[in-house]
T-cell receptor, first 114, second 114 residues
Framework: NAGVTQTPKFQVLKTGQSMTLQCAQDMNHNSMYWYRQDPGMGLRLIYYSASEGTTDKGEVPNGYNVSRLNKREFSLRLESAAPSQTSVYFC?????????????FGSGTRLTVV | DQQVKQNSPSLSVQEGRISILNCDYTNSMFDYFLWYKKYPAEGPTFLISISSIKDKNEDGRFTVFLNKSAKHLSLHIVPSQPGDSAVYFCAASGVGGSQGNLIFGKGTKLSVKP
């Protein structure tokens, strides 16, 4: 039982390059989320998908796009990477948006934009 | 404007003693609170939660207390062990739409010394 799988684990991009962070969960969860973690800032929500076919902006969506490809997969795309997007990105999933059962997080993608 | 605040960036405790981690919130619509634990290079993992209809929830060495009138919750770890050394995030969620998403504090780094 893998839980939430994120790829890649590490990535270095040049300013202006694009890339897609992949996330897949095998728990049949309805909701999926993308967070970024920066030093001293905690976890901030970028985008979320309450159910298959829906996506919504979170607290810090600028510079990102997302796709809920199916119930299992939720990808995060950086169209033109900027140094300010250097961060650790976490994908998470839950049974529903109320968070009663807690979120299950992936192990993260450490992204550096130079 | 921070809705979930963890005002202590770090806490150092001797092994065997009690660790008390604090969290304050400002949004009166929050009705469910969770604590997550995060080790370096790993994703956060769910630790314990509490609903607003309760004022205490215990799970082994971990107890969460909720004071709704003060909009304050705390996590008690007794006795503390070196393996408890990690960053602890407080999170909250509320009712309706995006309010169901988790809002995280900035985290408190706990160091338990042998």
């Amino acid at each position: 039982n893998a839980g939430v799988t994120q790829t890649p684990k590490f990535q270095v991009l040049k300013t202006g390059q694009s890339m897609t962070l992949q996330c897949a969960q095998d728990m049949n969860h309805n909701s999926m989320y993308w967070y970024r973690q920066d030093p001293g800032m905690g976890l901030r929500l970028i985008y979320y998908s309450a159910s298959e076919g829906t996506t919504d902006k979170g607290e810090v969506p600028n510079g990102y796009n997302v796709s809920r490809l199916n119930k299992r997969e939720f990808s995060l795309r950086l169209e033109s990477a900027a140094p300010s997007q250097t961060s650790v990105y976490f994908c998470a999933s839950s049974e529903g948006g109320r968070g009663k059962l807690g979120y299950t997080f992936g192990s993260g993608t450490r992204l550096t934009v130079v | 404007d921070q809705q979930v605040k963890q005002n202590s960036p770090s806490l150092s405790v001797q092994e065997g003693r009690i660790s008390i981690l604090n969290c304050d919130y400002t949004n009166s619509m929050f009705d469910y609170f969770l604590w997550y634990k995060k080790y370096p290079a790993e994703g956060p993992t769910f630790l314990i939660s509490i609903s607003s209809i309760k004022d205490k929830n215990e799970d082994g060495r971990f107890t969460v207390f909720l004071n709704k009138s003060a909009k304050h919750l705390s996590l008690h770890i007794v006795p503390s062990q070196p393996g408890d050394s990690a960053v602890y995030f407080c999170a909250a969620s509320g009712v309706g739409g995006s309010q169901g998403n988790l809002i995280f504090g900035k985290g408190t780094k706990l160091s338990v010394k042998p």
